[in-house]
């Protein structure tokens, strides 16, 4: 048995990399299961801004494999993906879809909907690769393999993600555990896991040549694969930190127009504090000779009622 052949300079770069990174470590295995299995058909359920559907049509243009593509998303997010407007503003669907269109449309297809909805729009047995990676509960994630099983093919993949997540209420590798005792498989641990797993009585014969390598032959195998992603994740995580890097330098250059701003208004407010310090200054003075004035009044006052006084007399 040889080991399915790869080597990083035989794998793609992806042309497509969006901020949200959880999928870019499975890059690698989506260019190499769309050229070696050639699927006819590749459905997607859950696409959000597209890091991992956009990696499938890239492989798809880039191979020839002339297979048919279809993204199924509502774009307004879930309770695991977040559904605020950052995340889910109307312009997430419309950035995708501009992308998207200009590069892929000949071949690929955005359907807006639910993923129950979309089913009526696919055959039974047409599916050859299904990744799922919508809402990651238990009941979710089961519902929408046994919903889309019946459409895959007599070749049928289906790839799970997040298969190593086990906080808080995903169940994803609850299910994985439970489809690994029905169905041949495979799991990658790296990038919140992708399960791998072949539904269908005629698996591509790639995917069967790795799941039925020996377990240490499979651990290099796919050792080598999470190199690969490590190299696109560190190449995300760069892009972030030059991003970061630009949001720090235009926020040292507010930060300095705002210093020049408080330096104008504290030379403003000592040159006022100065005018005042004057002005109490002349009151004080206008006090004292008010003081002054108003004795030397009372004064005169009290002379010319003795004057008076003497007159009489
Ligand atoms: C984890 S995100 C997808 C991430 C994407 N594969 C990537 O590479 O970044 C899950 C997506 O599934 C969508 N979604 C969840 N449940 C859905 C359903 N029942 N019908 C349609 N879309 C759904 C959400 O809107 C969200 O965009």
């Not at 808080?168 to 641990?189: A, C, I, N």
């Not at 050792?223 to 890097?245: M, P, T, V």
């Not at 004057?278 to 004795?295: F, H, S």
Request: a negative charge; glycine letters at 6%; charged letters at 25%.
């Amino acid at each position: 048995m040889h080991i399915p052949n790869n080597t990083r300079e035989n794998i793609l770069e992806p042309e497509f990399l969006s901020d949200i990174d959880s999928w870019h470590g499975h890059i690698p295995f989506a260019f190499e299961i769309i050229r070696n299995t050639k699927p006819k058909r590749f459905v997607e359920l859950g696409t959000h801004k597209g890091d991992s559907y956009l990696s499938f049509c890239q492989a798809v243009e880039h191979f020839q494999t002339g297979t048919k593509c279809c993204s199924v998303d509502t774009w307004q997010g879930d309770e695991h993906a977040g559904s605020d407007a950052e995340l889910y503003g109307t312009d997430i669907y419309e950035t995708l879809s501009a992308y998207h269109n200009e590069k892929y449309s000949t071949f690929s297809t955005l359907m807006q909907m639910t993923f129950d909805e979309a089913l009526s729009h696919f055959s039974e047995g047409s599916i050859d690769l299904l990744h799922i990676d919508g809402l990651h509960t238990y009941e979710a994630v089961k519902h929408d393999f046994e919903t889309w099983l019946p459409k895959m093919s007599t070749q049928g993949v289906v790839l799970f993600h997040d298969i190593e997540v086990r906080y808080s209420d995903f169940g994803v590798w609850q299910l994985w555990d439970e489809l690994l005792k029905q169905y041949p498989g495979f799991g990658f641990t790296h990038s919140y896991g992708l399960g791998v797993l072949a539904v269908g009585d005629e698996t591509p014969e790639w995917i069967n040549e790795i799941a039925s390598l020996s377990p240490d032959l499979l651990e290099t195998w796919k050792k080598k694969y999470e190199f690969y992603g490590r190299a696109i994740l560190s190449h995300s995580y760069q892009r972030q930190i030059e991003y970061f890097k630009r949001l720090l330098e235009q926020k040292d250059v507010e930060i300095s127009a705002l210093k020049e701003q408080l330096e104008n208004v504290s030379d403003e407010l000592s040159q006022k504090q100065k005018e005042l310090v004057i002005a109490q200054m002349t009151v004080n003075r206008r006090d004292t000779r008010l003081t002054a004035l108003t004795a030397q009044i009372e004064d005169i006052g009290k002379q010319y009622a003795f004057a008076q006084q003497a007159s009489q007399e």
